[in-house]
């Protein structure tokens, strides 16, 4: 089997992450690993912003201000805080006749796969999180998208704390037939 192949079977995600997370020349390699996306006519629909140190906190307020009891305040503002650093997919479409917006959210969402990818080569662990913050347009907003941005998710980045149990997946038969059915 080969690297590739390796790293894709062995993927998953790891909600317990610790300092520290990739930095300076390591980050920028990992997020061209994202900028490789399948890219229907080279529109480059995507942007990344990564929030760490004293971003978490900020990002953290932010999210607290989407709840509406104390308790859910406290818990949404302790989310960021869960890694050392958290990598925004953002996708910024544009207009093109051949291009339509799915596809371009479609490479924004390969991109961060390959991110992943490129994270747990490199040593470290991911965590993709979307949920009610990521189309909240306060959160939006607050992060600065356009009009016609959207958050493909927020990737929490670290070195794994500890790994969780390997995850059962399907066999290929259970979700792969061919069509027309062969006899």
Known sequence: MTDVIEAILSR???PRLTAPAPSGEQ???????A????DHA????WRYLVIEGEGL???GELFAQTGATPEEKDKLGRMPLRAPMIIVGITSPKS???VPEIEQAMSTAVGMGYLLLALRDAGFG?????????YNAQVKAGLGLAEHESIAGFVYVGTVA???PAVPRPAVAELVSRWPAQS
Request: glycine share 6%; net charge positive; with cysteine.
């Open 35 to 38: 900028f490789r996306a399948p």
């Open 162 to 164: 500890s790994e969780k």
């Open 12 to 14: 998953s995600s790891e």
């Open 96 to 98: 093109h006749p051949k």
């Open 42 to 45: 080279i529109l480059r629909p």
């Open 126 to 134: 991911g965590m993709w999180r979307t949920g009610m913050l990521a």
């Open 27 to 33: 980050l920028e390699k990992l997020l061209e690993c």
């Open 57 to 59: 906190k900020a990002l």
